[in-house]
Protein backbone atom coordinates (compact mmCIF):
# COMPACT_ATOMS: atom_id res chain seq x y z
CA UNK A 1 0.00 0.00 0.00
CA UNK A 2 1.50 3.34 -1.15
CA UNK A 3 1.08 5.99 1.33
CA UNK A 4 2.11 10.06 1.50
CA UNK A 5 2.98 11.94 5.07
CA UNK A 6 1.03 14.42 6.17
CA UNK A 7 3.22 17.01 7.09
CA UNK A 8 2.53 19.44 10.71
CA UNK A 9 3.87 22.94 8.34
CA UNK A 10 5.11 24.53 12.31
CA UNK A 11 7.46 21.86 12.56
CA UNK A 12 7.99 19.61 9.87
CA UNK A 13 6.96 16.41 11.60
CA UNK A 14 5.13 13.70 9.91
CA UNK A 15 1.39 13.50 11.52
CA UNK A 16 -0.02 10.55 9.91
CA UNK A 17 1.33 8.82 6.89
CA UNK A 18 -1.92 8.30 4.70
CA UNK A 19 -3.10 6.01 2.12
CA UNK A 20 -3.13 6.76 -1.36
CA UNK A 21 -6.41 5.80 -2.94
CA UNK A 22 -5.32 3.44 -5.96
CA UNK A 23 -6.69 3.07 -9.40
CA UNK A 24 -8.34 -0.01 -8.49
CA UNK A 25 -9.95 1.48 -5.52
CA UNK A 26 -10.65 5.04 -7.30
CA UNK A 27 -12.37 3.30 -10.10
CA UNK A 28 -14.54 1.49 -7.23
CA UNK A 29 -15.48 4.83 -5.22
CA UNK A 30 -16.66 6.76 -8.19
CA UNK A 31 -19.12 3.08 -9.03
CA UNK A 32 -20.32 3.72 -5.50
CA UNK A 33 -21.17 7.52 -6.05
CA UNK A 34 -22.75 6.30 -9.82
CA UNK A 35 -24.74 3.39 -8.13
CA UNK A 36 -26.16 5.53 -5.16
CA UNK A 37 -27.34 8.63 -7.42
CA UNK A 38 -30.78 7.46 -8.46
CA UNK A 39 -31.99 7.08 -5.28
CA UNK A 40 -30.23 10.22 -3.70
CA UNK A 41 -31.69 12.22 -6.34
CA UNK A 42 -35.81 10.60 -6.00
CA UNK A 43 -35.46 11.85 -2.56
CA UNK A 44 -36.05 15.18 -3.15
CA UNK A 45 -35.04 18.15 -1.82
CA UNK A 46 -36.77 18.41 1.63
CA UNK A 47 -35.37 15.33 2.18
CA UNK A 48 -31.95 15.63 1.32
CA UNK A 49 -32.06 19.22 3.18
CA UNK A 50 -33.40 17.46 6.46
CA UNK A 51 -30.16 14.97 6.22
CA UNK A 52 -27.55 18.00 5.38
CA UNK A 53 -28.86 19.82 7.80
CA UNK A 54 -28.75 17.08 10.30
CA UNK A 55 -24.99 16.30 9.26
CA UNK A 56 -24.04 20.17 10.05
CA UNK A 57 -25.45 19.50 13.69
CA UNK A 58 -23.22 17.13 13.79
CA UNK A 59 -20.03 18.83 12.33
CA UNK A 60 -21.18 21.70 14.90
CA UNK A 61 -20.93 19.27 17.73
CA UNK A 62 -17.44 18.45 16.56
CA UNK A 63 -16.49 21.67 15.93
CA UNK A 64 -13.38 22.48 18.49
CA UNK A 65 -12.36 19.10 17.36
CA UNK A 66 -12.43 19.89 13.60
CA UNK A 67 -10.37 23.10 14.31
CA UNK A 68 -7.58 21.55 16.50
CA UNK A 69 -6.69 19.25 13.04
CA UNK A 70 -7.02 22.30 10.91
CA UNK A 71 -4.46 24.23 13.17
CA UNK A 72 -2.35 20.74 13.36
CA UNK A 73 -2.95 20.48 9.87
CA UNK A 74 -2.24 23.47 7.66
CA UNK A 75 -0.80 25.58 10.57
CA UNK A 76 -4.05 28.75 10.88
CA UNK A 77 -3.63 29.99 14.39
CA UNK A 78 -6.87 28.15 16.53
CA UNK A 79 -8.71 31.22 16.72
CA UNK A 80 -9.22 31.29 12.78
CA UNK A 81 -9.81 27.40 12.91
CA UNK A 82 -12.98 28.04 15.24
CA UNK A 83 -13.98 30.87 13.11
CA UNK A 84 -13.99 29.28 9.88
CA UNK A 85 -15.23 26.18 11.21
CA UNK A 86 -18.82 27.79 12.72
CA UNK A 87 -18.76 30.09 10.05
CA UNK A 88 -19.14 27.82 6.98
CA UNK A 89 -20.59 24.71 8.84
CA UNK A 90 -23.09 27.22 10.43
CA UNK A 91 -23.66 28.79 6.66
CA UNK A 92 -25.00 25.23 5.65
CA UNK A 93 -28.11 26.51 6.38
CA UNK A 94 -28.19 29.49 4.27
CA UNK A 95 -26.64 27.56 1.26
CA UNK A 96 -29.57 24.92 1.77
CA UNK A 97 -32.44 28.24 2.03
CA UNK A 98 -30.77 29.13 -1.31
CA UNK A 99 -31.19 26.03 -2.96
CA UNK A 100 -34.54 25.50 -2.45
CA UNK A 101 -35.25 28.91 -4.35
CA UNK A 102 -32.49 28.01 -7.34
CA UNK A 103 -34.45 24.57 -7.57
CA UNK A 104 -37.70 25.55 -7.62
CA UNK A 105 -39.71 24.49 -10.80
CA UNK A 106 -40.29 27.37 -13.36
CA UNK A 107 -43.33 27.14 -15.55
CA UNK A 108 -43.71 29.12 -19.14
CA UNK A 109 -47.11 28.90 -21.35
CA UNK A 110 -47.89 30.22 -24.42
CA UNK A 111 -49.79 28.67 -27.92
CA UNK A 112 -51.18 26.03 -26.34
CA UNK A 113 -48.20 24.55 -24.66
CA UNK A 114 -46.70 24.78 -21.06
CA UNK A 115 -43.24 23.96 -20.27
CA UNK A 116 -42.27 23.26 -17.28
CA UNK A 117 -38.65 23.74 -16.27
CA UNK A 118 -37.12 21.71 -13.47
CA UNK A 119 -33.38 21.78 -12.35
CA UNK A 120 -31.86 17.80 -12.71
CA UNK A 121 -28.68 17.26 -10.97
CA UNK A 122 -25.63 16.22 -13.30
CA UNK A 123 -25.14 13.18 -12.02
CA UNK A 124 -21.72 12.67 -10.05
CA UNK A 125 -19.73 15.16 -9.25
CA UNK A 126 -15.53 15.05 -8.56
CA UNK A 127 -14.63 17.96 -5.55
CA UNK A 128 -11.46 18.58 -5.64
CA UNK A 129 -10.14 21.29 -2.55
CA UNK A 130 -7.28 23.06 -1.58
CA UNK A 131 -5.92 23.45 1.82
CA UNK A 132 -6.07 26.71 2.76
CA UNK A 133 -9.64 26.48 4.35
CA UNK A 134 -9.69 22.76 4.54
CA UNK A 135 -13.58 22.96 5.63
CA UNK A 136 -14.83 25.86 4.20
CA UNK A 137 -13.98 25.45 0.71
CA UNK A 138 -15.02 21.94 0.84
CA UNK A 139 -18.18 23.12 1.84
CA UNK A 140 -18.33 25.38 -0.73
CA UNK A 141 -18.69 22.25 -3.78
CA UNK A 142 -19.81 19.52 -1.42
CA UNK A 143 -22.94 21.39 0.01
CA UNK A 144 -24.87 22.63 -3.23
CA UNK A 145 -23.46 19.72 -5.35
CA UNK A 146 -25.10 17.30 -2.24
CA UNK A 147 -28.43 19.20 -1.97
CA UNK A 148 -29.06 19.62 -5.90
CA UNK A 149 -29.09 16.01 -5.91
CA UNK A 150 -25.87 15.09 -7.20
CA UNK A 151 -23.30 12.16 -5.55
CA UNK A 152 -19.89 13.45 -4.96
CA UNK A 153 -16.62 11.70 -4.65
CA UNK A 154 -14.15 14.23 -2.82
CA UNK A 155 -10.51 14.49 -2.79
CA UNK A 156 -9.55 16.99 0.02
CA UNK A 157 -5.94 18.00 -0.51
CA UNK A 158 -3.04 16.27 0.58
CA UNK A 159 -1.76 18.83 2.75
CA UNK A 160 -4.86 18.46 4.97
CA UNK A 161 -6.18 14.78 4.49
CA UNK A 162 -7.17 13.82 7.99
CA UNK A 163 -9.39 17.18 8.34
CA UNK A 164 -11.13 16.50 4.53
CA UNK A 165 -11.75 12.38 6.03
CA UNK A 166 -13.34 14.09 9.71
CA UNK A 167 -15.39 16.64 7.32
CA UNK A 168 -16.42 13.75 4.89
CA UNK A 169 -17.27 11.12 7.86
CA UNK A 170 -19.39 14.02 9.07
CA UNK A 171 -21.73 14.26 6.74
CA UNK A 172 -21.14 10.14 5.96
CA UNK A 173 -22.40 9.52 9.17
CA UNK A 174 -25.96 10.93 7.78
CA UNK A 175 -26.51 10.05 4.24
CA UNK A 176 -27.17 6.78 2.50
CA UNK A 177 -24.39 5.10 1.48
CA UNK A 178 -22.32 5.69 -2.10
CA UNK A 179 -23.59 9.48 -1.56
CA UNK A 180 -19.72 11.30 -0.10
CA UNK A 181 -17.17 9.12 -1.26
CA UNK A 182 -13.79 10.09 -0.06
CA UNK A 183 -10.26 9.46 -1.94
CA UNK A 184 -6.69 10.57 -0.84
CA UNK A 185 -4.12 11.69 -2.62
CA UNK A 186 -2.14 14.16 -4.64
CA UNK A 187 -1.85 15.30 -7.81
CA UNK A 188 -2.52 12.40 -9.48
CA UNK A 189 -5.45 11.01 -7.75
CA UNK A 190 -6.76 14.11 -8.91
CA UNK A 191 -5.91 13.98 -12.68
CA UNK A 192 -7.05 10.46 -12.16
CA UNK A 193 -10.52 11.37 -10.56
CA UNK A 194 -11.38 13.77 -13.48
CA UNK A 195 -10.32 11.30 -15.87
CA UNK A 196 -12.70 9.02 -14.56
CA UNK A 197 -16.65 8.06 -14.93
CA UNK A 198 -17.58 11.39 -13.47
CA UNK A 199 -20.49 14.45 -15.01
CA UNK A 200 -18.74 17.56 -13.33
CA UNK A 201 -15.98 18.73 -11.67
CA UNK A 202 -16.05 21.58 -8.49
CA UNK A 203 -12.88 22.54 -8.15
CA UNK A 204 -11.42 25.21 -5.81
CA UNK A 205 -7.38 25.60 -6.21
CA UNK A 206 -4.61 27.29 -8.56
CA UNK A 207 -4.94 28.70 -11.75
CA UNK A 208 -2.48 25.97 -13.43
CA UNK A 209 -4.38 23.45 -12.04
CA UNK A 210 -7.28 24.96 -13.50
CA UNK A 211 -6.12 24.82 -16.81
CA UNK A 212 -5.07 21.40 -16.76
CA UNK A 213 -8.49 20.28 -15.41
CA UNK A 214 -10.20 21.91 -17.80
CA UNK A 215 -8.42 20.58 -20.96
CA UNK A 216 -8.69 16.92 -19.24
CA UNK A 217 -12.62 17.77 -18.99
CA UNK A 218 -12.68 18.95 -22.26
CA UNK A 219 -12.39 14.94 -23.90
CA UNK A 220 -15.35 13.70 -22.11
CA UNK A 221 -17.17 17.58 -22.34
CA UNK A 222 -17.47 17.52 -18.66
CA UNK A 223 -19.18 20.37 -16.59
CA UNK A 224 -17.27 22.61 -14.82
CA UNK A 225 -16.82 24.93 -11.54
CA UNK A 226 -12.95 25.99 -11.32
CA UNK A 227 -12.72 28.63 -8.42
CA UNK A 228 -8.83 29.99 -8.94
CA UNK A 229 -6.56 32.48 -7.58
CA UNK A 230 -6.47 36.28 -7.82
CA UNK A 231 -4.23 38.99 -7.81
CA UNK A 232 -6.48 41.71 -5.77
CA UNK A 233 -5.64 45.00 -6.17
CA UNK A 234 -6.89 47.78 -3.35
CA UNK A 235 -7.20 51.43 -4.33
CA UNK A 236 -6.60 54.26 -1.77
CA UNK A 237 -7.75 57.62 -2.79
CA UNK A 238 -5.85 60.78 -1.55
CA UNK A 239 -9.38 61.38 0.62
CA UNK A 240 -10.13 58.05 1.51
CA UNK A 241 -10.20 57.69 5.48
CA UNK A 242 -6.43 56.18 5.80
CA UNK A 243 -6.64 53.79 8.58
CA UNK A 244 -9.52 52.08 7.51
CA UNK A 245 -7.69 51.54 3.94
CA UNK A 246 -4.96 50.43 6.00
CA UNK A 247 -6.70 48.21 8.47
CA UNK A 248 -8.29 46.21 5.57
CA UNK A 249 -5.03 46.42 3.72
CA UNK A 250 -2.56 44.60 6.53
CA UNK A 251 -5.09 42.59 7.54
CA UNK A 252 -6.30 41.01 4.30
CA UNK A 253 -2.25 41.15 3.16
CA UNK A 254 -1.53 38.57 5.84
CA UNK A 255 -4.45 36.89 6.91
CA UNK A 256 -4.48 33.09 6.63
CA UNK A 257 -0.81 33.88 6.15
CA UNK A 258 -1.81 35.27 2.74
CA UNK A 259 -2.95 32.09 1.80
CA UNK A 260 -6.48 33.06 0.38
CA UNK A 261 -7.65 33.31 -3.03
CA UNK A 262 -8.98 36.91 -2.44
CA UNK A 263 -6.13 38.29 -0.54
CA UNK A 264 -5.52 41.77 -1.42
CA UNK A 265 -1.85 41.53 -3.28
CA UNK A 266 -1.52 45.00 -5.01
CA UNK A 267 -1.96 48.10 -3.10
CA UNK A 268 -2.40 51.67 -5.06
CA UNK A 269 -2.12 54.70 -3.06
CA UNK A 270 -2.86 58.17 -4.36
CA UNK A 271 0.81 59.79 -3.98
CA UNK A 272 0.09 62.80 -1.50
CA UNK A 273 -0.76 60.59 0.96
CA UNK A 274 1.53 57.65 0.22
CA UNK A 275 3.93 58.25 3.20
CA UNK A 276 0.97 58.48 5.47
CA UNK A 277 0.27 55.55 4.98
CA UNK A 278 3.18 54.05 4.48
CA UNK A 279 3.59 54.88 8.27
CA UNK A 280 -0.06 53.34 9.34
CA UNK A 281 0.67 50.06 7.84
CA UNK A 282 3.85 49.57 8.69
CA UNK A 283 3.09 49.94 12.34
CA UNK A 284 -0.09 47.95 11.79
CA UNK A 285 1.82 45.46 10.10
CA UNK A 286 4.37 44.79 13.19
CA UNK A 287 1.61 43.71 15.53
CA UNK A 288 1.27 40.09 13.48
CA UNK A 289 3.72 37.80 15.17
CA UNK A 290 4.05 34.62 13.79
CA UNK A 291 4.29 31.30 15.44
CA UNK A 292 1.97 27.85 16.25
CA UNK A 293 -1.04 28.26 15.67
CA UNK A 294 -1.95 27.17 19.54
CA UNK A 295 0.43 29.66 20.87
CA UNK A 296 -1.94 32.27 22.08
CA UNK A 297 -1.97 35.86 20.25
CA UNK A 298 -0.44 34.22 17.45
CA UNK A 299 -2.25 35.97 14.48
CA UNK A 300 -0.09 33.94 11.92
CA UNK A 301 1.05 30.87 11.78
CA UNK A 302 3.63 29.22 8.72
CA UNK A 303 3.47 28.65 5.46
CA UNK A 304 1.55 25.39 4.48
CA UNK A 305 4.57 24.08 3.00
CA UNK A 306 8.80 24.53 2.58
CA UNK A 307 7.68 24.62 -1.86
CA UNK A 308 5.32 27.54 -0.79
CA UNK A 309 7.96 29.10 1.84
CA UNK A 310 10.10 28.85 -1.41
CA UNK A 311 7.89 30.81 -3.54
CA UNK A 312 7.58 33.79 -1.03
CA UNK A 313 11.06 34.05 -0.40
CA UNK A 314 11.73 33.76 -4.22
CA UNK A 315 9.22 36.24 -5.09
CA UNK A 316 10.11 38.96 -2.83
CA UNK A 317 13.91 38.39 -3.30
CA UNK A 318 13.42 38.99 -6.95
CA UNK A 319 11.44 42.25 -6.22
CA UNK A 320 13.70 44.03 -3.55
CA UNK A 321 17.04 43.17 -6.32
CA UNK A 322 14.64 45.08 -8.86
CA UNK A 323 14.50 48.01 -6.49
CA UNK A 324 11.73 47.86 -4.17
CA UNK A 325 12.13 49.06 -0.56
CA UNK A 326 11.61 46.63 1.94
CA UNK A 327 10.23 47.94 5.04
CA UNK A 328 9.57 44.92 7.20
CA UNK A 329 10.52 41.32 7.40
CA UNK A 330 11.08 39.69 4.00
CA UNK A 331 14.08 37.33 5.86
CA UNK A 332 14.41 33.49 6.46
CA UNK A 333 13.79 32.25 9.16
CA UNK A 334 15.85 29.77 10.53
CA UNK A 335 14.36 27.05 13.17
CA UNK A 336 11.83 24.45 12.08
CA UNK A 337 8.47 24.56 10.62
CA UNK A 338 7.61 26.87 7.37
CA UNK A 339 7.29 30.04 9.04
CA UNK A 340 7.68 33.58 7.47
CA UNK A 341 7.49 36.75 8.50
CA UNK A 342 4.77 39.68 7.94
CA UNK A 343 6.23 41.49 5.47
CA UNK A 344 5.76 45.27 3.93
CA UNK A 345 7.51 46.37 0.61
CA UNK A 346 7.09 49.35 -1.41
CA UNK A 347 7.62 50.41 -4.90
CA UNK A 348 7.98 46.52 -6.19
CA UNK A 349 8.50 47.23 -10.57
CA UNK A 350 5.60 46.33 -12.25
CA UNK A 351 7.12 43.98 -14.04
CA UNK A 352 8.42 42.04 -11.06
CA UNK A 353 6.96 38.26 -10.37
CA UNK A 354 6.06 40.10 -7.37
CA UNK A 355 3.24 42.54 -8.82
CA UNK A 356 2.37 39.67 -11.83
CA UNK A 357 1.56 36.42 -10.12
CA UNK A 358 -0.41 35.42 -7.16
CA UNK A 359 1.79 35.75 -3.77
CA UNK A 360 0.23 33.65 -1.49
CA UNK A 361 2.20 34.59 1.32
CA UNK A 362 2.25 37.49 4.23
CA UNK A 363 3.41 40.50 1.98
CA UNK A 364 1.77 44.09 1.81
CA UNK A 365 2.82 45.58 -1.28
CA UNK A 366 2.63 49.01 -1.32
CA UNK A 367 2.89 51.26 -4.86
CA UNK A 368 1.48 54.45 -5.72
CA UNK A 369 -0.38 56.20 -8.24
CA UNK A 370 -1.30 59.61 -9.36
CA UNK A 371 -4.30 60.01 -8.24
CA UNK A 372 -5.88 60.06 -11.26
CA UNK A 373 -9.19 57.58 -11.64
CA UNK A 374 -8.55 56.35 -14.83
CA UNK A 375 -5.02 55.80 -13.86
CA UNK A 376 -6.30 53.78 -10.81
CA UNK A 377 -8.69 51.62 -13.17
CA UNK A 378 -5.62 50.78 -15.43
CA UNK A 379 -3.73 49.43 -13.00
CA UNK A 380 -6.25 47.48 -11.23
CA UNK A 381 -7.27 45.56 -14.50
CA UNK A 382 -3.90 45.12 -15.25
CA UNK A 383 -3.49 41.69 -14.93
CA UNK A 384 -5.11 38.37 -16.33
CA UNK A 385 -6.79 37.62 -12.86
CA UNK A 386 -10.14 38.97 -11.95
CA UNK A 387 -11.32 37.84 -8.40
CA UNK A 388 -11.83 40.94 -6.38
CA UNK A 389 -11.11 44.19 -5.58
CA UNK A 390 -10.97 47.18 -3.06
CA UNK A 391 -11.43 50.31 -3.01
CA UNK A 392 -11.24 53.57 -0.30
CA UNK A 393 -12.45 56.74 -1.70
CA UNK A 394 -13.95 59.84 0.64
CA UNK A 395 -16.32 59.45 -2.11
CA UNK A 396 -18.53 56.83 -2.38
CA UNK A 397 -20.07 57.91 -5.76
CA UNK A 398 -16.56 57.45 -7.36
CA UNK A 399 -16.04 54.14 -5.37
CA UNK A 400 -18.78 52.64 -6.80
CA UNK A 401 -17.82 54.28 -10.58
CA UNK A 402 -14.30 52.78 -10.38
CA UNK A 403 -16.66 49.63 -8.92
CA UNK A 404 -18.19 49.32 -12.13
CA UNK A 405 -14.84 49.57 -14.43
CA UNK A 406 -12.88 47.14 -12.81
CA UNK A 407 -13.15 43.52 -14.34
CA UNK A 408 -13.68 41.11 -11.24
CA UNK A 409 -16.50 39.02 -9.82
CA UNK A 410 -16.40 41.80 -6.78
CA UNK A 411 -15.48 44.53 -5.34
CA UNK A 412 -15.55 46.29 -2.06
CA UNK A 413 -15.98 49.97 -1.57
CA UNK A 414 -14.95 51.25 1.63
CA UNK A 415 -15.04 47.66 2.79
CA UNK A 416 -13.48 44.66 2.13
CA UNK A 417 -15.26 42.61 -0.95
CA UNK A 418 -16.65 40.20 1.18
CA UNK A 419 -20.84 41.59 0.94
CA UNK A 420 -23.95 39.89 2.25
CA UNK A 421 -24.11 35.93 1.93
CA UNK A 422 -26.77 35.05 -1.00
CA UNK A 423 -24.39 37.06 -3.46
CA UNK A 424 -22.36 34.61 -5.64
CA UNK A 425 -18.47 34.31 -5.59
CA UNK A 426 -17.42 34.51 -8.90
CA UNK A 427 -14.17 34.46 -10.63
CA UNK A 428 -13.96 36.77 -13.87
CA UNK A 429 -11.68 36.44 -16.73
CA UNK A 430 -8.58 33.76 -15.14
CA UNK A 431 -9.54 33.59 -11.52
CA UNK A 432 -12.48 31.11 -12.25
CA UNK A 433 -14.45 29.64 -14.85
CA UNK A 434 -18.57 28.77 -13.61
CA UNK A 435 -19.13 29.81 -10.00
CA UNK A 436 -20.51 29.40 -6.74
CA UNK A 437 -22.72 30.58 -3.69
CA UNK A 438 -26.48 32.12 -4.44
CA UNK A 439 -28.87 30.71 -6.65
CA UNK A 440 -26.96 31.07 -9.41
CA UNK A 441 -24.62 29.20 -8.04
CA UNK A 442 -26.54 26.38 -6.79
CA UNK A 443 -27.84 26.14 -10.04
CA UNK A 444 -24.26 25.38 -11.78
CA UNK A 445 -24.42 22.04 -10.32
CA UNK A 446 -27.74 21.00 -12.41
CA UNK A 447 -29.21 21.30 -15.64
CA UNK A 448 -32.35 23.00 -16.22
CA UNK A 449 -34.60 20.20 -18.04
CA UNK A 450 -37.65 21.19 -20.02
CA UNK A 451 -40.76 19.19 -20.49
CA UNK A 452 -43.61 20.22 -22.01
CA UNK A 453 -47.18 19.38 -22.99
CA UNK A 454 -50.52 20.29 -24.41
CA UNK A 455 -52.57 22.53 -22.88
CA UNK A 456 -56.06 24.30 -23.22
CA UNK A 457 -55.10 28.26 -23.53
P1 LIG B 1 -2.80 24.58 -4.02
O1 LIG B 1 -1.42 24.01 -4.00
O2 LIG B 1 -2.88 26.05 -3.96
O3 LIG B 1 -3.75 23.84 -3.12
P2 LIG B 1 -3.44 23.11 -6.34
O4 LIG B 1 -4.22 23.59 -7.50
O5 LIG B 1 -2.09 22.55 -6.56
O6 LIG B 1 -3.41 24.36 -5.42
O7 LIG B 1 -4.25 22.04 -5.50
C1 LIG B 1 -5.64 22.09 -5.28
C2 LIG B 1 -6.19 20.69 -5.33
O8 LIG B 1 -6.01 20.17 -6.65
C3 LIG B 1 -5.51 19.70 -4.41
O9 LIG B 1 -6.48 18.82 -3.88
C4 LIG B 1 -4.55 18.97 -5.33
O10 LIG B 1 -4.21 17.68 -4.91
C5 LIG B 1 -5.37 18.90 -6.59
N1 LIG B 1 -4.59 18.73 -7.83
C6 LIG B 1 -3.30 19.07 -8.09
N2 LIG B 1 -2.97 18.78 -9.37
C7 LIG B 1 -4.07 18.24 -9.95
C8 LIG B 1 -4.39 17.78 -11.28
N3 LIG B 1 -3.50 17.79 -12.25
N4 LIG B 1 -5.65 17.34 -11.51
C9 LIG B 1 -6.59 17.35 -10.54
N5 LIG B 1 -6.35 17.77 -9.28
C10 LIG B 1 -5.12 18.23 -8.97
Not at 260 to 274: F, G, P
Request: aromatic fraction near 6%.
Amino acid sequence: MKTFPDIDPATGETLADIPITSPEELASAVARARAAQGEWSELGFEKRAALLRAAAQGLLARKDELAELVTREMGKPLEDARREVQGFVGGIEGQLVEMERALAPEILRGGGCETRIERDPLGVVAAITPWNFPIGMPLEILVPALGTGNTVVFKPSEHVPLSGARLAEGFQAFLPEGVLVLVQGAGEVGAALVEADVDMIGFVGSRETGKRIMESASRGLKRLVLELGGKDPLIVFGDADLEAAAECAVHHSLRNTGQVCCSVERIYVDESVAERFEAIVLEKARAWKHGSGFTEGVKMGPLVSEEQRRKVTEQVEAAVAAGARLLLGGTRLEGQGWFYPATVLADADESTDLSRNETFGPVVSLSRFSGDEDEAVRLANDTTYGLGANVYTGDLERGQRIARRIRSGQVGVNRYLGGVAGAPWVGARQSGFGFVGGVDGHRQFTLPKSISYPVAD
